[in-house]
């Protein structure tokens, strides 16, 4: 295969979603994903303020950690 040919073909699969073979279900990857939209939102309404306040606690510190 010709070097300029295969990089056209990298490029094309690494930016055209509908290029990648990965093995997956696009109805269940769709699916997955209306899920992860609404999740973190439908979690925050079941905590109480307190609750989420350690979470946002828990976060930061995660994140941030020990930084010098």
């Known amino acids: 295969m010709d070097l300029n040919r295969l990089a056209a073909r990298i490029v ?11 093995g ?10 209306k899920g992860g939209q609404k999740g973190g939102k ?3 309404e079941r905590m109480t303020a307190e609750q989420r306040s350690e979470a946002a606690r828990r ?9 010098s």
């Open 12 to 22: 094309n699969e690494s930016t055209d979603p509908s290029a990648r073979d990965d």
């Open 42 to 44: 439908a979690r925050a």
């Open 24 to 33: 997956k279900d696009p109805s269940a990857v769709e699916r997955g994903r």
């Open 59 to 67: 976060a930061a510190q995660a994140r941030w950690g020990d930084r």
